[in-house]
Nanobody
Framework: QVQLVESGGKLVQAGGSLRLSCAAS????????MGWFRQAPGKEHEFVAA????????GYADSVKGRFTISRDNDRNTVDLQMNNLKPADRAVYYC?????????????????????WGQGTQVTVSS
């Protein structure tokens, strides 16, 4: 049974930092590209960042570029999202997702339909 479990979300002041983590189990982690998405109240899922299965390639939404950094540890089966200079607009539930890609090392799948498995989400709230 595949499980993706996010952690690290909490209330933070604007300008602050958070590090989200996603622990994966039940899958061969290094064969999956990984992504982070977020969903604000009343809105659709929005792509945030993605990383290739090796970790050698990353991609970001324009809204977070330069502030967020995605990374992964294929020995620990984790993918992290370091978020700096947080803004009230970053408030959302953040989800990690797994995209089965054993044959290539491309990173930047930004569509929700690209991802097979999803976590339950972790809430990030940014106060102004």
């Amino acid at each position: 049974q595949v499980q993706l479990v996010e952690s690290g979300g909490k209330l933070v002041q604007a300008g602050g930092s958070l590090r989200l983590s996603c622990a994966a189990s039940g899958l061969t982690f290094r064969t999956y590209a990984m992504g982070w998405f977020r969903q604000a109240p009343g809105k659709e899922h929005e792509f945030v960042a993605a990383i290739s299965r090796s970790g050698g390639a990353t991609g970001y939404a324009d809204s977070v570029k330069g502030r967020f950094t995605i990374s992964r540890d294929n020995d620990r089966n984790t993918v992290d999202l370091q978020m700096n200079n947080l803004k009230p607009a970053d408030r959302a539930v953040y989800y990690c997702a797994a995209n089965y890609r054993p044959a290539n090392d491309y990173c930047c799948y930004s569509g929700t339909s690209d991802y097979r498995y999803w976590g339950q989400g972790t809430q990030v709230t940014v106060s102004s």
